[in-house]
Structure formats: C-alpha cells, structure tokens
C-alpha cells in the first residue's frame, strides 16, 4: 500500500533530509505557495505523515488512481533510506497524475504531529537565508560585498532543538546564532535573535527582529521592540559593543 508508512518508522528517520528531482519539484512549488513554511526542510517523517494524511482525504477514485501511479515497492526495495525512498517515490506519483498542486496546497496549511519541530525547522530556515546585512549584528567589522547569510561568514552547524529554538555555529563552535519564531505569516516574521560569542566570549546581544522574505531569496530584517516573550539587550536603540 503506497501509503502505509509505521509511525515509528517515521520517528526513528526523523534525522534524514530529503533531495532529489522530485522533492526540489515540490520544494520549488512550496516555496512559491507559501514560503514562510519553509517546506523545503521538512523531514521525510513529517512529509510520509503529511501524505498519508493527504491520501486519506481523497475520493476512492482519486486514491486508486494515486495508488495506481505509484512505483515505490519497485524504487524502494533495496534502498537503505528509510522514508526518503518512498517519498521521493509518492511524490512522483503525485506529479504523474497531476495531484501535486493540490498536495502542496495542503501541505502549506497542515502540520505534522510534533508541530513543536516544525516551528525549529521555521526558525532554522530563517536563520538559513538572513541578510546580516541588512541590520547590525557581531559580523558588522568582517562585512564584504557579495556576502550576506550566515553561511557566507562561516556559520555552518546547525542545531534544532525541542523547545523551538534554532542555532547556527561558526567552526570550532566560537560562534553562535540562534532564533526563536515568535510568530509568522506568509513571508513575514518575528524572531528572537541571539548573537553570542562561544565559551569564554563575553559578547551576546538579543535582539527581537521582524523578517520579511525578499525577491532575492534572503529574510531582510529590521529590530523592532521589545515583547513580553523576546527582550532587546542591550535595549533598543543602544548599540551593542562589537567584539
């Protein structure tokens, strides 16, 4: 059965990400239909579920027809990935019968069991693309043209945890960059910005950033003030001593 995927299955790969032509086809369309879900990073656990779910709410000549068109027992078979493979596999057959719009449209407007995660998964997605440029922050003395995300500065471990927050660190863990989503909507949102040096740093600033995404594929943010769930340190309006 295409569909037929043990939640406890999905919990022990919940680690693997995803790739491939026929994910990046459904990224692309995910990133155009609702971009601050940042569904490009979900995890093959989450996406099964999100399947499944899809699936079930079809009518029985929908479903037959999206069973029919799926090949995964062949692809799958020998494949070590855990859900990745079957996946992969479904949303093939999505795009062969042409149900891949309508499945992007409710992934857009459902979560997966665990939303807790989803919502790390936002904040590191955030995190991921944030023009540094575009507000101060500790990368202000190093600043080059051409040189924007935390990537291009180094930033490239990154960490999602249970509680919501995200974190980027740069090489032998000297850096770090978190954030917390406080709130979102389409291609706008409220993060909790921290900026802190590793250990024996002395450097740390929290600031409460508004984002919105931009034509250029980057979350432009500007700090706003302070909420009861986010506080400016040092307070708004007072810059931060750079490191």
Request: aromatic share 8%; charged share 15%; with cysteine.
């Amino acid at each position: 059965m295409l569909f037929l995927l043990a939640l406890s299955v999905a919990v022990a790969h919940a680690g693997q990400t995803l790739a491939g032509p026929a994910f990046e086809r459904f990224a692309r369309a995910a990133d155009q239909a609702c971009p601050a879900q940042v569904l490009r990073l979900i995890s093959p656990g989450d996406l099964s579920w999100l399947q499944e779910s899809f699936a079930a709410q079809l009518s029985p000549v929908r479903a037959a027809r999206l069973n029919g068109a799926g090949d995964q027992d062949r692809r799958c078979a020998t494949s070590e990935g855990g859900l990745s493979c079957p996946t992969n596999a479904t949303l093939d057959a999505l795009h062969r019968t042409a149900m891949l719009p309508a499945f992007t449209r409710f992934a857009c407007t459902h979560a997966a069991p665990g939303a807790p995660h989803g919502s790390a998964r936002q904040a590191a997605a955030i995190l991921h693309d944030l023009d540094l440029g575009s507000f101060p922050n500790s990368t202000g003395p190093r600043r080059q043209a051409g040189l924007y995300t935390p990537a291009d500065y180094g930033f490239t471990s990154a960490e999602a945890f249970d509680d919501g927050w995200a974190q980027l660190s740069a090489p032998a863990d000297h850096w770090h960059m978190s954030a917390l989503l406080l709130d979102g909507g389409a291609g706008k949102a409220t993060i909790c910005f921290v900026d802190a040096g590793g250990t024996g740093a002395t450097y740390r600033a929290t600031q409460v950033l508004h984002v919105e995404y931009g034509r250029n594929a980057r979350w432009i943010a500007r700090q706003i003030a302070d909420r009861p769930d986010c506080r400016n340190m040092p307070p708004l309006g007072v810059k931060a001593p750079l490191p």
